[in-house]
């Protein structure tokens, strides 16, 4: 059974960055067709779609994409986000997620993180 | 980007009731759309991918339709575990999108 799971601080300052860690097991972060995602959602509101990594290389959200880096580190199956810059606006549950091919729909989630931007 | 429009934003259904969903695109995604429950305080959890294919383990209860720009995702017989919030997601090309929601709530 695939699982993910997200850490980092849940508690980031404002103009400073945001970065989180997906542990990925039971799946080899490498293996295809697959992809990694990190998705967002604030409080009461609609899931955001962030970023995703492949084997070929990365695509984001054009919203974020000036402040946004999703990278491997396959010697540990981990996959990360980090997001510059932030302001309150990013405060939201940070979740990770596995993108199956060929209809890039997410089967497996992380139970999410929650990151608050605040002084 | 592809935008999609959810509705209704909630609903109000009683157990044994049947409930439809739907989404729709501002332009054609072909079949690339997926439905997706979500629980309070939970990860969404996949039900329907490619507009109509059940995710293993999914009760048969979920019945995902439609192709182009139109969509639905129709619940039968609801049941107690049912009452939770739904969304659909366009995974045509990125950027990924997602609806608003529907919260389905008990009547």
């Known amino acids: 059974q695939v699982q993910l799971q997200e850490s980092g601080p849940g508690l980031v300052k404002p103009s400073q960055t945001l970065s989180l860690t997906c542990t990925v097991s039971g799946a080899s972060i490498n293996s295809g067709p697959y992809s990694w995602s990190w998705i967002r959602q604030p409080a009461g509101k609609e899931l955001e779609w962030i970023g995703r990594i492949r084997t070929d290389g990365t695509n984001y959200n054009p919203s974020l994409k000036s402040r946004v880096t999703i990278s491997v580190d396959s010697s540990k199956n981990q996959f990360s986000l980090k997001l510059n810059s932030v302001t309150t606006a990013d405060t939201a549950v940070y979740y990770c997620a596995r993108v199956n091919f060929p209809s890039s729909h997410f089967d497996f989630w992380g139970q999410g993180t929650l990151v608050t931007v605040s002084s | 980007d592809i935008q999609m429009t959810q509705s209704p934003s909630s609903l109000s259904a009683s157990v044994g009731d049947t409930v439809t969903i739907t989404c729709r695109a501002n332009q054609s995604i072909d079949r690339y759309l997926n439905w997706y429950q979500q629980k309070p305080g939970t990860a969404p959890k996949l039900l329907i991918y490619a507009a109509s294919s059940l995710q293993s383990a999914v009760p048969a209860r979920f019945l995902g339709s439609g192709s182009g720009t139109d969509f639905t995702l129709t619940i039968r017989s609801l049941q107690p575990d049912d009452f939770a919030t739904y969304f659909c997601?366009?995974?045509?090309?990125?950027?990924?999108?997602f609806g608003q929601g529907t919260k389905v709530e008990v009547k």
């Open positions: 997601q366009v995974s045509y090309n990125p950027p990924w999108t």
